[in-house]
């Protein structure tokens, strides 16, 4: 299954490399979220999101019916700068992911340092991964 959704028409994927990608010629507005990593280990999942230049106070992390939902409050805020080329800069965005049952939803936390929004997802102890343990085989 391709998760992804190709253009199987030609020419539109040539334009659009052509005039947005080297060019710039057209404006856009960019809809882009921020590169993201998903790390499991045997106590938890981890969300990281890629986002720099912000605030702890300009996210909003809601869960809903195991339904977490992470997003980036539109930023107000005019830049004086006059940008050749800016590739970071993410006014807003928003992701929701559904939260399996082994989470334990009152244990989750979320940190922002270093450009970097991590939100922490543990698992219920029921779920936690055993140690491997091997069995003899006796005579």
Same mark, same amino acid.
């Given at each position: 299954?391709? /998760?992804?959704?190709?253009? !199987?028409?030609?020419?539109?994927?040539?334009?659009?490399?052509?005039?947005?990608?080297?060019?710039?010629?057209?404006?856009?507005?960019?809809?882009?979220?921020?590169?993201?990593?998903?790390?499991?280990?045997?106590? *938890?999942?981890?969300?990281?999101?890629?986002?720099?230049?912000?605030?702890?106070?300009?996210?909003?992390?809601?869960?809903?019916?195991?339904?977490?939902?992470?997003? /980036?409050?539109?930023?107000?805020?005019?830049?004086?700068?006059?940008?050749?080329?800016?590739?970071?800069?993410?006014? !807003?965005?928003?992701?929701?992911? *559904?939260?399996?049952?082994?989470?334990?939803?009152?244990?989750?936390?979320?940190?922002?340092?270093?450009?970097? /929004?991590?939100?922490?997802?543990?698992?219920?102890? *029921?779920?936690?991964?055993?140690?491997?343990?091997?069995? !003899?085989?006796?005579?």
């Amino acid at each position: 299954m391709n /998760l992804i959704k190709k253009q !199987s028409n030609f020419l539109p994927f040539v334009f659009d490399d052509f005039f947005r990608n080297t060019w710039d010629i057209l404006p856009t507005k960019s809809t882009n979220n921020p590169a993201t990593n998903v790390i499991e280990n045997d106590k *938890e999942f981890i969300l990281e999101f890629s986002i720099p230049g912000r605030d702890n106070l300009d996210f909003e992390i809601e869960i809903d019916n195991r339904l977490l939902s992470v997003s /980036l409050k539109e930023n107000d805020t005019i830049s004086n700068n006059n940008y050749m080329l800016q590739e970071f800069n993410f006014s !807003s965005f928003s992701k929701s992911y *559904e939260l399996p049952i082994s989470i334990d939803l009152t244990k989750i936390e979320s940190f922002y340092k270093n450009g970097i /929004l991590s939100i922490n997802l543990p698992k219920r102890k *029921e779920f936690h991964s055993q140690v491997k343990k091997i069995i !003899s085989v006796k005579k």
